[in-house]
């Protein structure tokens, strides 16, 4: 089956600083690329819609230069948190969906604290 | 406005059967998606109904009748390990995935 990784799994970094999160689809070419953010009992918010070679598509409410997407190739979206805040901190996944299916494939997620 | 509508929570016994209903409303339809999400994991899929009808895969089946806009998620001779939530999906128009709030299962010996 198609596999979606995620790295890192979990990072704890200090108020300000910037994190980046890696989503590579390891065995097929995904054109298009999903960031979903969880806060703790709360379903999946869609943050952002990534199309490789073109911007982003952000939901209403996320800010577009706060958390960068780029999606330079067909197996690799980059999630960058800057600044972040100890609000920012919840579960990141991304998914991927081939072209083909209308599957989406998540990644394990990344557990993001800001203290 | 697009809408997904599961409960909230269920509770079931180990060894029996547990159907968690999810309705929707949206803006042209791809396909439901069920998937099954473990506290602190991504989700995985479960199983994709584009067509009204049963599919049925070992222990899960599901349903849909898109007149309606209703979908069921069937689990039968429940396990201890099915202890999880259960999210809805929708596929619109634009191919983007509307989510349920989840369905909290609590299976209980």
């Known amino acids: 089956g198609a596999v979606v990784s995620q790295h890192p799994s979990w990072v704890i970094c200090k108020s300000g600083t910037s994190v980046k999160i890696e989503c590579r689809s390891l065995?097929?070419?995904?054109?298009?690329m999903f960031w979903y953010r969880q806060f703790p009992k709360q379903s999946l918010m869609l943050m952002a819609t990534?199309?490789?070679?073109?911007?982003?598509?952000?939901e209403q409410g996320v800010e577009k230069d706060k958390f960068l997407i780029n999606h330079a190739s067909l197996t690799l979206s980059t999630l960058t948190v800057t600044s972040a805040h100890p609000e920012d901190s919840s579960f990141y996944i991304c998914s991927a969906r081939i072209t083909e299916y209308n599957e989406q494939f998540f990644g394990p997620g990344t557990r993001l604290t800001v203290l | 406005g697009q809408n997904i509508d599961q409960p909230t929570e269920m509770t079931a016994t180990e060894g029996a059967i547990v159907q968690i209903n999810c309705t929707y409303q949206?803006?042209?339809?791809?396909?439901l998606f069920w998937y099954q999400q473990h506290a602190g994991e991504a989700p995985t899929f479960l199983s994709y109904?584009?067509l009204d009808g049963l599919e049925e895969k070992g222990r899960f089946s599901s349903f849909l009748s898109r007149s309606k806009g209703y979908s069921y998620l069937l689990l039968k001779e429940l396990q201890m390990k099915d202890s999880a939530s259960y999210l809805c999906?929708?596929?619109?128009?634009?191919?983007?995935?509307?989510w349920g709030a989840g369905t909290k299962l609590i299976i209980k010996p």
């Open positions: 999906a929708v596929m619109d128009s634009n191919y983007q995935l509307i």
């Open positions: 109904n584009v």
């Open positions: 065995d097929f070419q995904a054109t298009t």
């Open positions: 990534s199309n490789e070679g073109s911007k982003a598509t952000y």
């Open positions: 949206t803006s042209g339809f791809n396909g």
